[in-house]
């Protein structure tokens, strides 16, 4: 079984431009959520979509976003960035709502300049 | 609401020693528990998983952790340090909000001197 795939691993972006990144979960899993690392705050957790359905969303700026296709595929979109949107960022499927181990991905890094 | 604290932010042992990496977990509710690692840009492996069954849990490569619901504990363990163990660690509590969330402690950098 392929594990979470996303893309691209590396990204590049200047302050105010927007960015999308992408996250194919595990065959059948249907809970996709996304993380936020950077050195000095950590692993946050941004959101998660079930079902095409965002069902919780952490404590960042209406600029983050997302969303969940009918094939579990989840993308998620910054817009206007910021020199402290420089993280690494982590995408994780679940089989099931609720708490279920969840399997990252290898994460996409973006560097804001 | 749920909190996870990892006492010590780096961690050195020798090869062939204990590796001990502590964690308290903070839960209103009866807690899941769990330790991933993350090797130099890779993402979060699941090493093991506490979900209210036995309280001693076993892991891969050779990690185990216990829970200690009085010490409020799920402290990771290994034997035998392997070069290879050289990650970083992170323990994480799933908070129950009817949606999968994960709540990470700061993460403790194992090193491995020969």
């Known amino acids: 079984k392929a594990g979470v795939t996303q893309t691209p691993r590396y990204l590049i972006k200047t302050r105010g431009q927007q960015v999308t990144l992408s996250c194919s979960p595990i065959s059948g899993h249907r809970s996709v959520s996304w993380y936020q690392q950077t050195p000095g705050q950590g692993l946050q957790f941004l959101f998660e979509?079930?079902?095409?359905?965002?069902?919780n969303k952490g404590n960042f700026p209406g600029r983050f976003s997302g969303r969940q296709f009918s094939n579990s595929r989840s993308e998620m979109n910054v817009s206007t960035l910021e020199l402290g949107d420089s993280a690494l960022y982590l995408c994780a499927s679940s089989s099931r709502q609720g708490r279920s181990e969840a399997f990252f991905g290898q994460g996409t890094r973006l560097t804001v300049v | 609401a749920q909190s996870v604290t990892q006492l010590g932010s780096h961690v050195s042992v020798s090869e062939g020693a204990l590796v001990l990496l502590r964690c308290n977990y903070s839960?209103?509710?009866?807690?899941?528990l769990f330790w991933y690692v993350q090797y130099p840009n890779q993402g979060l492996q699941l090493l093991l998983k506490y979900t209210s069954a036995a309280t001693l849990v076993k892991g891969i490569n050779g990690f185990e952790a216990e829970f200690k619901k009085s010490e409020t504990s799920f402290h990771l363990t290994k034997p035998s340090a392997h070069m290879s163990d050289a990650a970083e660690y992170f323990c994480a509590v799933s908070v129950v909000q009817g949606a999968q969330k994960l709540v990470f402690g700061q993460g403790t950098r194992l090193t491995i001197n020969p």
């Open positions: 979509y079930f079902s095409e359905t965002q069902r």
């Open positions: 839960s209103s509710v009866p807690p899941y």
